[in-house]
T-cell receptor, first 114, second 113 residues
Framework: AQSVTQLDSHVSVSEGTPVLLRCNYS??????LFWYVQHPNKGLQLLLK??????LVKGINGFEAEFKKSETSFHLTKPSAHMSDAAEYFC????????????FGSGTRLQVQP | NAGVTQTPKFQVLKTGQSMTLQCAQD?????MYWYRQDPGMGLRLIYY???????DKGEVPNGYNVSRLNKREFSLRLESAAPSQTSVYFC????????????FGPGTRLTVT
């Protein structure tokens, strides 16, 4: 069985300051990990993905995440927050089985203050 | 190339009514999925279809049925809606070149009164 824990339900930063959204995972296999973003009343957009290649993964809009197997973590970072980054962020792990179903964390709401 | 489309966008049902949520993808993906999203719980898998003609239960299948009509379309049916099924429903698909990456539709917001 696999699971994802997002350590903060809500994060507030000022525009121009760094962003850190924390995620820990549990998986019986070598996992594939993702971060998705959901803007208000919108669908989900893939930010970045880790699939056993480089441990530092770069995504869209300046986001990146580092896979740390020893810490079972996959934290999302961005050097400088922008107002448009305000959204809900989901850390997701994919089963390493035929169905490839995704297990979602409960989400972190990022608020960016002017 | 529309990606994953869902209809309707919004729906209000009375308890006991039935309805079908439609999903279609134009990316020639083999796998399709239905999720529901509830506040504070992320998305949970209802049903999935690994390929045309096959379906399987996910984490929360009770009260739902699905049909994989063809490779493009995957519908979700509520036979007798209950207030507990008030949620936002997302359809997703995955396939070559990356079986791991799922593409999501815009969602259907369903309210059952």
């Amino acid at each position: 069985a696999q699971s994802v824990t997002q350590l903060d339900s809500h994060v507030s930063v000022s525009e121009g300051t760094p962003v850190l959204l924390r995620c820990n995972y549990s998986s019986s296999y070598s996992p594939s990990l993702f971060w998705y973003v959901q803007h208000p009343n919108k669908g989900l957009q893939l930010l970045l993905k880790y699939t056993s290649a480089a441990t530092l993964v770069k995504g869209i809009n300046g986001f990146e995440a580092e896979f740390k197997k020893s810490e079972t973590s996959f934290h999302l970072t961005k050097p400088s927050a922008h107002m448009s980054d305000a959204a809900e962020y989901f850390c997701v792990v994919s089963e390493d089985t035929g169905r490839r179903a995704l297990t979602f964390g409960s989400g972190t709401r990022l608020q960016v203050q002017p | 190339n529309a990606g994953v489309t869902q209809t309707p966008k919004f729906q209000v049902l009375k308890t006991g009514q039935s309805m079908t949520l439609q999903c279609a993808q134009d990316m020639n993906h083999n796998s399709m999925y239905w999720y529901r999203q509830d506040p504070g719980m992320g998305l949970r898998l209802i049903y999935y279809s690994a390929s045309e003609g096959t379906t399987d239960k996910g984490e929360v299948p009770n009260g739902y049925n699905v049909s994989r009509l063809n490779k493009r379309e995957f519908s979700l049916r509520l036979e007798s809606a209950a207030p507990s099924q008030t949620s936002v429903y997302f359809c997703a698909s995955s396939g070559r070149p990356s079986a791991y990456e799922q593409y999501f539709g815009p969602g259907t917001r369903l309210t059952v009164t």
